[in-house]
């Protein structure tokens, strides 16, 4: 029996066997430490996607690494430290292709959850949109690398009877994916396959037919936070309380007007938002050039068009505090899924090459009236400065209305877990 | 072990994983898939596993290479010797592009990060032959001698060594005769604490660069248990700019063997291994000489040098171009015959290293200093130097000087004095232990080179290298070429350093096409401060700091690249580079 240890977490003392793992005595005790690789019974531990960072005896270092001994002092949650958690999570939002409305793995998914879990909104750094595959080709599951987020697990953990890896890391640095062995993925049973997309953090693995045994909503990560009191603390921002009229702005660049619809949502709450805003240049008004300064700009949807960069810059212009609504604005969401492809593939494979296109006939429309293309999709924040961002696919009514009240008014809001969503 | 008569043990067959595969890379210019499904079955692993390793090193390619494959530095040193001039020429006068092969299957031109050359740039090696100092009339030479089918061998250059400074008065420690055997001797007369005594009174610290006490890594293998132990020389000198174990495996391969055998001696150790970057197979053979006449001497092998019950023989292992394979349990990985990825620290090698048994780890640096300390004594030894601080250091000079090459200076020298030896042409800026060391200016240059202070930042403690920029060097250029290198040759397992050197090198792309503002210094800053703190090994943690501090010592340079005149309403964007695509279709 190993002996016992004192440490220190965040100040609180604890007790806990000599040599065990950080995360499990952490997790015993009621302490939150976020992580996506970290896994149970994998020794010794992965220590691949580092966002179980935290301070351990005053020096920077992974929780899942580290065995407790006598005396071990841990910082976990002081704002340093959350904020490199946070934008660790996010650098995996950059660097894959993750489009949370059109993956099989929504709900389930660990890293979508981290992202509620921290509080992820958009990611600091640029999407990096690389060109990844989707292979196809192992006989029972669907590898998806732009989800994949290189965590090992599978590499480690999923092998066949005979002790040979069916996945494995190939080449190095920001090329390195995870590839099946074909011939040992066969050999796996149907059992062994769903516990390898089960055990996939994201929904790189995906086994053909067993993808949507549960249904949206009723997922894992769908209604509850694991963080006790998630929603306790909020920065208060102190702004006057009396509730004058304010002027919004509202548009759909590159977007699908479903962030617009969702703002309906509210229902019978719109007659009393009524009586507090009035809309300038919105679709909901149809006013089509600004007639005021607006208090508030809702922007939906990113830049795919010269003509959404200008509406883009006029709202800068013309509005006090611009929102980025919902996840195409964010980062350029579902019609950035062109931006690994190049433009004039794009193109001809709309305009000319179609199979409903007689060959021969067509031309890829361009006039001076119309709107250039750009190269890629843009995310507002990249063409003007952008204050505050609402994620979700569409973001919930209830989450928008709070956002903007709060922003308007000062008025202090929570919002609950299942209306802040990805998808 | 080679050919030896111990054989007590013997390494599992995946050991052997990149001998085979740099067997068919060196035969048949790459590696087939049929030779995949070969090397799964020899070693019983799944194919993905062999496809792995292979597709880590990037001397390993799965299309063919090439009768003549040439790589070519793309240091930032041979960068600023002409490097473009050469590459151009090579394309010209072989018909391919770097990255292919030509048609006639006769040439192959790839690039790749420092060859350990940079006192003789620009440098290519060819079939892993060296040719150095290269200009247009040579490259247009070897290549027609090449293409008359003068093989690499018979017309390669043997590089210098440009020795060009050791402390006066014969007060080199490194590079004075070497007579095999007296440190052996001396060695005989003393119990391993004794030497574990004497290395902890020379206070040799890892001269790899982390400057960990010798002693403490060696009597903590000491005390393990397990058997058999291991010692390990790390001479994968990958970080760029350096070149001194180069130097020293040319002239003193046998200190660096008996280095070896003192440390097998001390912690009880029966195997040695040499790993040598692939980018020094023209060392290898002088290596395997030596190993084999201190074999014939009996000074390696079964009862070694006479010791009762001291079996030791070494070896040498090839690596097949990974930078991250100088990472010490990356090395470890690699020698395992898997990728080099480093691994966590669960534990420490001295406890479970190489095949999970205790492993001591040393630079080659570190090896030649622990046999000349033997030889000489410790007290003399502490002499040189300056207190805290004994002994000579080995440092590579390499950029605008007139005289690159290596000095052996006693720590204490100011960097003032250094550039002054090597005759600095209007020195501005000097990167110090290469890209994942830091850069200082030359407003510093009183600043001392020694083991101390570090963290009070008052000396400057140095892995082995100095890279000296004049003013027309372009900073962003070279922190681009840094970060170029980073992105390369990161392992990819975690994710601050996958995903955020490939941040980094777009960000700083911004600066160098004049995009920048002062948000995007400040989150440059910010964001490689958090690659540092969450890195999995030295490589993502120091991959930012350069460029950390070149923010902070060249902040007028910085202030002028920014775009200025920003105007509140817009980042830049560009409209008419973004519509660009699309006006190839105007009518």
């Known amino acids: ?423 | 072990m080679a050919d030896d008569t111990v054989k007590k043990f013997k390494e599992p067959g995946q050991t052997q994983m990149l001998n085979k595969l740099w067997e068919l890379q060196r035969s048949n210019g790459y590696i087939h898939d049929d030779d995949i499904k070969q090397l799964a079955q020899v070693f019983n692993l799944s194919e993905i596993e062999v496809e792995g390793v292979a597709s880590f090193y990037h001397f390993f390619h799965r299309k063919p290479t090439g009768k003549n494959t040439i790589y070519l530095n793309n240091s930032i040193v041979a960068d600023i010797k002409g490097f473009n001039r050469i590459k151009e020429t090579l394309e010209r006068e072989t018909g391919a592009t770097f990255g292919s092969v030509d048609r006639t299957g006769t040439f192959g031109l790839f690039l790749t990060p420092c060859i350990g050359l940079s006192d003789q740039e620009p440098s290519a090696l060819i079939n892993f032959y060296p040719f150095t100092n290269l200009n247009v009339i040579k490259v247009k030479d070897i290549i027609s001698k090449l293409k008359k089918g003068a093989t690499a061998e018979s017309i390669c250059d043997a590089p210098a060594d440009n020795i060009r400074y050791t402390p006066p008065d014969n007060k080199s420690v490194f590079f004075k005769k070497f007579v095999p055997g007296v440190a052996l001797a001396k060695m005989k007369k003393l119990w391993p604490a004794a030497v574990i005594k004497e290395i902890k009174k020379s206070e040799l610290a890892g001269r790899g660069g982390a400057y960990y006490p010798t002693w403490k890594k060696w009597n903590a293998a000491r005390v393990q248990a397990a058997l058999p132990k291991f010692v390990v020389c790390n001479a994968d000198e990958g970080e760029p700019g350096t070149f001194k174990d180069r130097v020293l495996m040319n002239t003193q391969a046998k200190s660096l063997i008996e280095g070896m055998i003192i440390c097998g001696y001390t912690i009880g150790a029966e195997y040695g291994i040499i790993y040598l970057r692939g980018e020094y197979w023209w060392l290898k053979h002088k290596l395997d000489a030596a190993i084999k006449e201190y074999r014939a001497a009996g000074l390696l092998g079964k009862e070694c040098s006479q010791i009762k019950d001291f079996d030791f023989d070494i070896r040498v292992q090839m690596g097949a171009g990974s930078y991250v394979c100088g990472e010490e349990t990356a090395l470890l990985e690699s020698l395992e015959g898997k990728r080099g990825e480093p691994r966590t620290k669960w534990f420490f090698p001295v406890e479970k290293g190489y095949l999970q048994l205790p492993t001591v780890i040393n630079n080659v640096e570190t090896f030649c200093a622990a046999a000349r300390i033997i030889e000489m004594g410790s007290a003399e030894y502490t002499q040189l130097g300056i207190p805290g601080s004994p002994g000579t250091k080995l440092i590579s000079v390499s950029g605008d000087c007139k005289l690159p090459g290596i000095y052996e200076i006693e720590w204490g020298m100011t960097v003032a004095e250094l550039l002054e030896l090597c005759e600095a042409d209007d020195p501005y800026y000097i990167q110090v232990s290469g890209p994942s060391g830091e850069c200082i200016s030359i407003k510093e240059k009183f600043r001392r080179i020694s083991m101390l202070d570090l963290l009070a930042r008052k000396d400057i403690r140095c892995g082995g290298s100095f890279m000296i920029f004049n003013k027309q060097r372009d900073l962003v250029k070279v922190l681009l070429n840094f970060s170029e290198f980073f992105k390369q040759e990161s392992c990819g397992i975690c994710t601050p350093c996958r995903a955020g050197n490939f941040i980094i090198q777009r960000k700083l792309k911004r600066l160098e096409n004049g995009l920048a503002n002062e948000t995007d210094l400040q989150e440059l800053k910010s964001w490689g401060t958090i690659m540092k703190n969450t890195s999995r090994c030295g490589l993502g943690k120091t991959a930012t700091n350069s460029l950390i501090y070149a923010m902070d010592k060249f902040h007028d340079y910085f202030a002028a690249k920014l775009d200025n005149d920003f105007n509140g309403l817009n980042l830049k964007f560009d409209m008419e580079a973004a519509t660009k695509d699309y006006e190839k279709y105007k009518i």
């Open chain 1, 1 to 423: 029996m190993a002996s016992m240890v004192n440490l220190t977490i965040d100040g609180k003392n604890f007790q806990a066997e000599e040599g065990k793992n950080l995360m499990l005595v952490a997790k015993e005790n009621g302490i939150f430490i976020p992580s996506l690789c970290y896994y149970e019974h994998i020794e010794p531990p992965l220590g691949s996607c580092r966002v179980c960072t935290c301070k351990i005896n005053g020096k920077y270092g992974p929780a899942c690494t580290e065995k407790v001994s006598e005396g071990l002092k841990v910082e976990v949650n002081n704002e340093e430290l959350k904020d490199t958690r946070k934008a660790l999570v996010e650098m995996m939002f950059a660097e894959g292709n993750h489009i949370c409305p059109a993956c099989e793995k929504s709900g389930n998914c660990d890293l979508q959850h981290m992202g509620y879990e921290l509080g992820v909104s958009s990611t600091r750094f640029p999407h990096l949109f690389k060109d990844r595959i989707i292979d196809y080709k192992p006989n029972r599951m669907v590898m998806e690398h732009n989800r994949c987020i290189k965590c090992l697990r599978c590499v480690v953990e999923v092998v066949t009877n005979d002790g040979k890896k069916v996945f494995n890391y190939l080449n190095r640095g920001n090329e390195t994916y995870v590839g099946v062995d074909y011939e040992q993925e066969a050999k796996l049973t149907e059992e062994e396959a769903i516990n390898a997309m089960k055990i996939c953090p994201t929904g790189a693995i995906i086994v053909r037919g067993a993808n949507m045994a549960e249904p949206f909503g009723d997922r894992k990560f769908d209604m509850e936070s694991v963080q006790k009191n998630y929603n306790e603390k909020k920065p208060k921002l102190n702004r006057p309380t009396a509730m004058e009229k304010k002027i919004v702005a509202t548009v759909s660049l590159a977007g699908c007007f479903g962030c617009h619809m969702s703002m309906l949502d509210i229902d019978t709450e719109l007659l009393d938002l009524i009586e507090l805003i009035s809309f300038d240049k919105s679709p909901l008004t149809d006013i089509k050039t600004f007639t005021n300064r607006c208090h508030i700009g809702l922007v939906e949807g990113g830049c795919c068009n010269s003509e959404n960069v200008e509406t883009l810059r006029k709202f800068r212009e013309h509005c006090d505090i611009l929102v980025a609504l919902g996840e195409c604005s964010i980062w350029g969401g579902l019609p950035s899924m062109r931006n690994s492809i190049p433009l004039s593939e794009c193109l001809e494979e709309a305009y000319l090459n179609s199979v409903t296109n007689e060959p021969g006939n067509n031309i890829i429309p361009y006039h001076e009236d119309l709107p250039k293309i750009l190269d890629r999709v843009y995310a507002c924040n990249e063409i003007v400065k952008i204050d505050y961002y609402i994620p979700g696919c569409p973001p919930d009514a209830n989450h928008i209305w709070k956002a903007v009240k709060n922003l308007l008014w000062g008025e202090e809001y929570s919002i609950l877990y299942s209306e802040f969503k990805y998808d």
